[in-house]
Nanobody, 122 residues
Framework: HVQLVESGGGSVQAGGSLRLSCKAS????????MAWFRQTPGKQREGVAS????????RYNPSIEGQFTISRDNAKNTLYLQMDSLKPEDTATYYC????????????????WGQGTQVTVS
């Protein structure tokens, strides 16, 4: 069955970096747009970045553009999010998602979700 498993979250001081990974199994992620979302308690899930199935086209939330970099390794069925210059407001649970149609930043477009990984910036 389809499974997305995030890893790489943790606690970091402001200005630090983290690299999130999302391992896909049960399907070939190379045929899917993949994305990162984040959510804090009481708020809606927010699209962070997406990347097309080929890895060529990327889209970023303006609030993090230049700070985060999304990438993928289709040979490893893995999605990444490099997060630099982290700020306390980046604290959230980060989710990866996959979608076989569009490649936007709306959560309702995505059919498959991971369980999330917590990022805490202090």
């Amino acid at each position: 069955h389809v499974q997305l498993v995030e890893s790489g979250g943790g606690s970091v001081q402001a200005g630090g970096s983290l690299r999130l990974s999302c391992k896909a199994s049960g399907f070939l992620s190379s045929g899917y747009c993949m994305a990162w979302f984040r959510q804090t308690p009481g708020k809606q899930r927010e699209g962070v970045a997406s990347i097309a199935d080929s890895g060529g086209a990327t889209r970023y939330n303006p609030s993090i553009e230049g700070q985060f970099t999304i990438s993928r390794d289709n040979a490893k069925n893995t999605l990444y999010l490099q997060m630099d210059s982290l700020k306390p407001e980046d604290t959230a649970t980060y989710y990866c998602a996959a979608n076989s149609f569009t490649c936007g930043l709306g959560s309702d477009q995505y059919a498959f979700w991971g369980q999330g990984t917590q990022v805490t910036v202090s």
